[in-house]
């Protein structure tokens, strides 16, 4: 299983509500990533996990949070969220230890906040 | 922090011709330089990577050269197909526990038929 699942594929949401993006692997992987992706931009790091806990911030707003459950497990919580935080997100995992491997995107979440 | 610039930001090339595409980065602590393929509205998918170890790596139409003193590695497509069109990232990262991967900022491939 070569696979990253992230859930929902597709999510409308308001600027009061709080939802949730979902990411799982089960390819044994100790690394998790959130990314964003603007429309023609590259991903952008936004957080990183290692053996399940946070490693890298890259200085993203409180109205989001992540959290790593297990090490399969992957969640971005969002809360308060604005126009401009529409994006695709992108989960990844690579096998993260100590060597640099390939790292397994999921699909993505295409996120429009209205 | 490190920094990839990637050349050029659209190519159109006539099918089986063959497509180039140039990145550079910043930080020599840099190790490991994937190259992904992005679809519209698909995921990134890695197509070849190469370490700082290993000048170039083939993988049937798809190379990667990678001069370390230069700071800078290539794609090279060759024979061309309309399925190749797509975006195609380059990216650095340094090794470790995880990998921080710095993008490219990317190059949208056209090929014609």
């Known amino acids: 299983d070569t696979e990253v699942t992230q859930t929902p594929k597709h999510l409308v949401m308001g600027m009061t509500n709080k939802k949730s993006l979902k990411c799982e692997q089960h390819?044994?992987?100790?690394?998790m990533y959130w990314y964003k992706q603007k429309a023609k931009k590259p991903p952008e790091l936004m957080f990183v996990y290692s053996y399940e806990k946070l490693s890298i911030n890259e200085s993203v707003p409180s109205r989001f949070s992540p959290e790593c459950p297990n090490s399969s497990l992957l969640n971005l919580h969002l809360h308060a969220l604005q126009p401009e935080d529409s994006a695709l997100y992108l989960c990844?995992?690579?096998?993260?230890?100590?060597?640099?491997?390939?790292?397994?995107f999921g699909q993505g979440t295409r996120l429009t906040v209205v | 922090g490190e920094n990839v610039e990637q050349h050029p930001s659209t190519l159109s090339v006539q099918e089986g011709d063959s497509a180039v595409i140039k990145c550079t980065y910043s930080?020599?602590?840099?190790?490991?330089f994937p190259w992904y393929k992005q679809e519209l509205g698909k995921r990134p998918q890695l197509i070849i990577d190469?370490?700082?170890?290993?000048g170039e790596k083939k993988d049937q139409r798809i190379a990667v050269t990678l001069n370390k003193t230069a700071k800078h590695f290539s794609l090279h497509i060759t024979e061309t197909q309309p399925e190749d069109s797509a975006v195609y990232f380059c990216a650095a990262s340094y090794s470790g526990g995880y990998q921080k991967v710095t993008f490219g900022t990317g190059t949208k491939l056209q090929v014609i038929p």
């Open positions: 190469i370490r700082s170890n290993v």
């Open positions: 930080d020599s602590a840099s190790n490991y």
């Open positions: 990844a995992s690579s096998q993260g230890q100590g060597k640099n491997t390939e790292a397994f």
């Open positions: 390819m044994g992987h100790r690394a």
